[in-house]
């Protein structure tokens, strides 16, 4: 099976703007996490969709959205760019069993001028 | 608060040389522990889940096991490839999410 694949791989963009991230997950896999990961504070999670609806939710501010269609593939996008944005994007796919074991992508870096 | 700590932060070991990193947790519920690996650059790998106290996993040279209140993942004659940050992560009973510990940077010297 491919793994969980993510586009773009980098990104440069400027404070104020707007991104979008695109995660592909393992086929079959209804569930998709974000995670932003940084030097400081490490993995910290931003949101998780399951069959198209945000089932859990990280303390991250409104700026930071997403979405899943009904391929289970997912986007997150993040308005209004602030230099603190600049991350590592982690997206993971898991089946709904009780394994729940997630499988990560390789992440969107994300860097904020 | 749920918390998940790690420790060491960083270990420098000569190839050979078994140790074993920690990984302590105050969660509300624990649903599930899990081991990531994660090379520079690179999304985490899965290595172990781990779900009731006494557990143990292995895989070549890593051991993964859980008490009530910690978990250690010991590694055995570990060789330069096994350098990377290891990574510990709860899922807490009733929320779909993962809480990750800071993780520890081992690097293993040939």
């Known amino acids: 099976k491919a793994g969980v694949t993510q586009t773009p791989r980098y990104l440069i963009k400027t404070r104020g703007q707007q991104v979008t991230l695109s995660c592909s997950p393992i086929?079959?896999?209804?569930?998709v996490s974000w995670y932003q990961q940084t030097p400081g504070q490490g993995l910290q999670f931003l949101f998780e969709?399951?069959?198209?609806?945000?089932?859990n939710k990280g303390n991250f501010p409104g700026r930071f959205s997403g979405r899943q269609f009904s391929n289970s593939r997912s986007e997150m996008n993040v308005s209004t760019l602030e230099l603190g944005d600049s991350a590592l994007y982690l997206c993971?796919?898991?089946?709904?069993?009780?394994?729940?074991?997630?499988?990560f992508g390789p992440g969107t870096r994300l860097t904020v001028t | 608060e749920d918390q998940v700590t790690q420790s060491p932060e960083a270990l420098r070991l000569q190839e050979g040389e078994s140790s074993s990193l920690n990984c302590s947790y105050t969660?509300?519920?624990?649903?599930?522990l899990f081991w990531y690996r994660q090379d520079p650059g690179k999304g985490p790998e899965f290595l172990f889940t781990l779900y009731s106290a006494g557990e143990e996993k292995e895989k070549e040279r890593l051991k993964a096991t859980l008490t009530k209140k910690e978990s250690f993942l010991h590694i055995t004659a570990p060789k330069p490839e096994d350098s990377a940050t290891y990574l510990c992560a709860v899922l807490i009973q009733g929320a779909q999410k993962l809480v990750f510990g800071q993780g520890t940077r081992l690097t293993i010297n040939p």
């Open positions: 993971a796919s898991s089946s709904s069993g009780q394994g729940y074991e997630q499988y």
């Open positions: 969660v509300s519920g624990l649903r599930g």
């Open positions: 086929s079959g896999h209804r569930s």
């Open positions: 969709y399951f069959s198209e609806t945000q089932r």
